[in-house]
């Protein structure tokens, strides 16, 4: 590593890289193309940035000139909030290199975006849809692009960026380094990235998919209408000043923080309706400690970065399983210690079942007394069943169940005025009666009158119908 770039590791308190950063470095530093995949929170954003850096280091000029410093590597990532962050490393790292950085998202004025790129950039970090607004304009210009990086690389493709992103490297130079980061890989995304990159070297460090061992995770059985109630007592009796959590959808997030801030609960809501400058208002009042709940989406989580967040809970179960990985990823970062808390209704098993699955680990049941029926939702959710008829219920549960009563014999001699069908004769469903919907049609006088008006006068006169005229109205 060359000296401006190991006094800016100095500076930032590095002393060890992590696994994959030990490991990525020298391969792209060798200009291989690179699928690199590790837990949440162990430096990913390093393991590229600080190579890339280097990497363009014999390129770095003092002159003021635009055309001296050209777009030479672009980042892409699939949130705002990620895109910050990501930035915000390259230029922490470059602070001893005449290198240039600039981001482009959406949500802010374009106009200041597009002046900052006419003074000349080499490291542009970009979320997809913004940028190709600017290739619109004819604002940027990616001739000399020899690194291409995907953030998050598995929502960048998985979650519709596709299209984007075909069109954004159909632009780039044929020859380029294209480098993939991400926390998860499934199996499709793998086999589409391949298609991506030319004969690419892979890192991945513990097990694909795995969560950080530092992270302790508990499940909490509850009804879904008692969610709330169990969130409020469980941030009120533990005394909890930061806590993050995630809901499946914007109008949730909404709703979740109006009815915490209801039992006075320092809460705020940040998800993809909310403007940048509000998104940016509500993450900086929770990291200062000036609110103690954030409740934020799964689009919202990607990239956000909270120095030592003790605690992340889950309001929704995740309909995919790698979401939760990337969720509980917000803490236990950097070696600390993180608590990952899901309150799971019994219509949530089957994503619990399949997050399990993903990460090759049992999730404790813990119970909270006054907010789990004992007979229901405990039952299925420790016993990590679907809840679906017999299935669903324990084995314990099935032994003492009442058994059926024998059907009641019927009366050889049936009441007056009820037949009988014959044995052997198929049963024909009753059709239920509605006295409303049931009942013939009959005209009422209204209709009637109506109609009579509507008659021809004479017998046999045949009544005249109008006819429109394209232009001057009809004639009288």
Partial sequence: MIPPLLQAVKDLGYEEPSPVQEQAIPLVLAGRDLMAGAQTGTGKTAAFALPTLQLLAPHASTSASPARHPIRVLVLAPTRELAIQVEESFRGYAKHLPLRTAIVYGGTDMNAQIAQLRRGVEILVATPGRLLDHVHNKTVMFNQVSVLILDEADRMLDMGFMPDIKRIISLLPPVRQN?????????????????????????????????????????????????????????????????????????????????????????????????????????????????????????????????????????????????????????????????????????????????????????????????????????????GTSGRGSAGRSRQENRHRPERRPPQQKSEHPAPGHATAPRGAPKVPQKSHDPIFSKPYEPSVVTMQAKVAQEPVGLGKRRERPVAALLGGLKR
């Fill in 179 to 383: 480098l993939l980061f991400s926390a998860t890989f499934p199996d499709e995304i793998r086999r589409l990235v391949k298609t991506l990159l030319k004969n690419p070297a892979e890192v991945q460090i513990a097990a694909r998919n795995a969560v950080a061992d530092l992270v302790s995770h508990v499940v909490h059985p509850c009804a879904r209408e008692r969610k709330r109630e169990l969130l409020c007592h469980i941030i009120q009796s533990r005394g909890l000043k930061q806590v993050l959590v995630f809901t499946g959808t914007r109008i949730g997030a909404n709703r979740l923080a109006h009815q915490l801030r209801a039992n006075h609960i320092q809460v705020d809501a940040i998800h993809g309706d909310k403007t940048q400058a509000e998104r940016e208002a509500a993450l900086e009042a929770f990291k200062s400690g000036k609110t103690t709940v954030l409740v934020a989406t799964d689009v919202a989580s990607r990239g956000l970065d909270i120095e030592s967040l003790p605690q992340v809970i889950n309001f929704d179960i995740p309909h995919s399983p790698e979401d939760y990985v990337h969720r509980i990823g917000r803490t236990g970062r950097a070696g600390l210690t993180g608590e990952a808390i899901s309150l799971v209704a019994p219509e949530d098993i089957e994503a619990l079942t399949a997050i399990e699955k993903l990460i090759n680990k049992k999730l404790d049941r813990v119970l909270v007394a006054g907010y789990a029926n004992a007979g229901t939702v405990a039952t299925m959710v420790s016993d």
